[in-house]
């Protein structure tokens, strides 16, 4: 799902510096309850839009529910959903900078009223946006650095049944995973060179005994099946390119309590392993897939 480019860019510069100044001083939000109301009060006040909030370790969650959230004609974001969540979103953010708990996530979960069970997740790093604000990086970079998942979720029904929702804290290894995954996904889907060559039809990682574990299952469409079952470089380049992205991610965020990367291509069975002292060298690799 393509996201308006607005929602990327939806915290801007000035409100970095009001929620950052106001860090630097007594919190706004002096207590985890506080945080929470602030959220809501926020969102009713300078929005209009109702939500709900709560804090899990060191993430802090809300919950909107927004009728039409979906163009049911084409299950994209509608202009004025978007428009709402961009309010949420910079709500978050200035209570997530401003309070006297440590945030490390914040997460913003909205469900569509007309198709009962569809979310769609929205989580930033609070790292990305202090950065962002120093100018450590790029404004292109810091909208890549927002993990976003359009799901299915039963549990959302009972969820409206019961006024309940649920907010799992946010790990880095995970939101790490979730992003790779997701650049994945999105390098076969527009890099010219592989756009209607290759068929992406899962990736997902995860941190499992210190590895970084990535199952994709990846193929080359337009080929005899001799060639696809049997074929030469693009078996190799495939697997190179994922290590390059989830080695760029890693070394991105810096994270060190990890051993190595491996990397498995259901389609053809090939594996690729990347020991931890190698992913600078990965990630620099040029690729040119044929």
Not at 92 to 100: C, D, E, P, T
Not at 148 to 159: E, G, L, S
Not at 204 to 224: C, H, K, S, T, Y
Not at 242 to 248: E, F, R, T, V, W
Request: proline share 2%; net charge positive; glycine share 6%.
């Amino acid at each position: 799902m393509k996201l308006n480019k607005s929602l990327l860019y939806a915290i801007t510069l000035s409100l970095f510096v009001f929620a950052t100044l106001q860090q630097g001083c007594t919190p706004t939000y002096p207590t985890q309850a506080d945080m929470i109301e602030g959220v809501k009060r926020l969102c009713k006040d300078e929005y209009g839009t109702e939500v709900k909030a709560k804090i899990s370790g060191k993430t802090i969650g809300v919950y909107m529910p927004i009728k039409g959230l979906f163009n049911l004609k084409n299950m994209q974001l509608s202009k004025k959903a978007l428009e709402k969540v961009d309010g949420v979103m910079l709500s978050v953010s200035r209570v997530a900078l401003s309070g006297s708990k440590e945030i490390d996530f914040y997460t913003v979960v909205t469900a569509d009223e007309d198709v009962p069970g569809a979310e769609v997740i929205l989580t930033r790093y609070v790292m990305d946006l202090r950065r962002f604000y120093f100018r450590d990086i790029s404004r292109g970079e810091f909208a890549k650095r927002m993990v976003v998942d359009v799901r299915f979720n039963p549990q959302a029904i009972i969820d409206r049944w019961t006024g309940e929702f649920t907010v799992d804290e946010v790990k880095l290894e995970d939101f790490i995973c979730q992003q790779a995954s997701r650049m994945i996904t999105d390098e076969f889907g527009t890099n010219g060179d592989l756009v209607g060559k290759f068929k992406v039809a899962e990736c997902i990682g995860r941190l499992q005994n210190r590895i970084f574990v990535f199952n994709v299952d990846i193929a080359r469409e337009g080929l005899p099946m001799s060639e696809l079952i049997h074929g030469k470089g693009w078996h190799k380049d495939v697997l190179l390119i994922c290590g390059k992205i989830i080695s760029h991610v890693i070394w991105a965020y810096s994270y060190k309590d990890f051993d190595r990367i491996s990397i498995a291509n259901k389609f053809d069975n090939k594996i690729l392993e990347i020991e931890k002292k190698d992913i600078n060298r990965y990630r620099k690799r040029k690729i040119k897939m044929e």
